[in-house]
């Protein structure tokens, strides 16, 4: 398993994140040693769901308003339509994943939270994959869609859905590890 001690990550959602796909990735970075915050754009809890039954709240470590992406190594984006609807809509939210394409940070991203990265123009001659439903809207901002279980295109790794997330955490670890020691 990838050693991450001492790598910063940010995990970006508001309520109506997929539960799993922010529980379980957070499990596995901070099982390899990464210091992990939730970031999101408002105090207190985040509310998930399992698809459409609400699950648990987890709390928000960080305000968006008040964290600087330079303070962060990596980012995790988690799905779920609700949340991923709500963040692509905040300019705040798409600025700090501009920041993080533009230092050529690594993200990792699943589900409908490529949305954001859709509204952030960044998604333009990638390739990457999403749940399905909004493939059209990946292919519309110019990026490559593909059905595959994990998909990694330089400084990303995407995947579809909850039933990828083994092959996504070890995705997402194996690209965390490369940021350079020094550079955490």
């Not at 533009?102 to 952030?120: E, N, Q, R, Y």
Request: overall charge negative.
């Amino acid at each position: 398993m990838a050693q991450l001690s001492d790598l910063k990550v940010a995990a970006l959602a508001t309520d109506g994140f997929e539960e799993a796909e922010l529980v379980e990735p957070l499990a596995a970075l901070q099982t390899a040693g990464a210091h992990v915050e939730v970031i999101g754009p408002k105090a207190g809890t985040i509310q998930a769901f399992r698809h459409f039954d609400k699950g648990r709240a987890v709390p928000v470590d960080r305000l968006l308003h008040d964290v600087r992406p330079e303070d962060y190594d990596a980012l995790l984006l988690p799905g779920g339509a609700l949340n991923a609807d709500a963040l692509r809509m905040l300019p705040a939210a798409q600025a700090f994943v501009r920041h993080f394409q533009g230092a050529g940070k690594p993200m990792a991203v699943i589900c409908h939270a490529p949305w954001l990265l859709a509204s952030a123009d960044l998604v333009r001659g990638r390739r990457l994959t999403s749940y399905h439903t909004i493939q059209d809207d990946i292919q519309n901002a110019g990026g490559a869609w593909v059905d595959q279980e994990v998909v990694e295109d330089g400084n990303w790794v995407t995947s579809r859905q909850p039933s990828d997330i083994p092959a996504f955490n070890k995705a997402m670890l194996k690209l965390f590890a490369q940021v350079p020691a020094g550079h955490r």
